[in-house]
């Protein structure tokens, strides 16, 4: 360590490098503030999402058990020709109307 080497630096160049480096510092600060921010946000949106699904939990567990109380509805089929018979029977009626109004339009004349 006797062997130490120093060089001399100008005034000048050493006020840039001492402005650098305590610019370098307060950056670093303000990355170091947001790094903060970043987790608290981080924190907070973790529990928010744990909060959520609980809630949605016990949102499923009510809905299931009002389910479970509610009547169970009774559906019936129908069959094709079913549906064919009222297919058809609403187009003669239609047809019946139309061919009505027409009649209705031609006794206007």
Do not use: C, W
Request: a positive charge; hydrophobic letters at 30%.
């Amino acid at each position: 360590m006797a062997d130490n080497l120093y060089t001399l630096i100008d005034y000048k160049t050493a006020l840039e490098a001492r402005e650098q480096i305590l610019s370098s510092q307060m950056e670093i600060l303000k990355i170091l503030e947001k790094i903060k921010k970043f987790k608290k946000l981080r924190k907070q949106e973790f529990s928010e999402k744990n909060n959520f699904k609980v809630q949605l939990k016990e949102f499923s567990e009510e809905t299931e058990k009002l389910s479970n109380t509610l009547p169970k509805p009774e559906f019936h089929e129908l069959n094709e020709k079913e549906v064919r018979v009222k297919e058809i029977k609403g187009k003669k009626r239609i047809e019946s109307e139309l061919k009505e109004i027409q009649k209705r339009l031609g006794n206007l004349r």
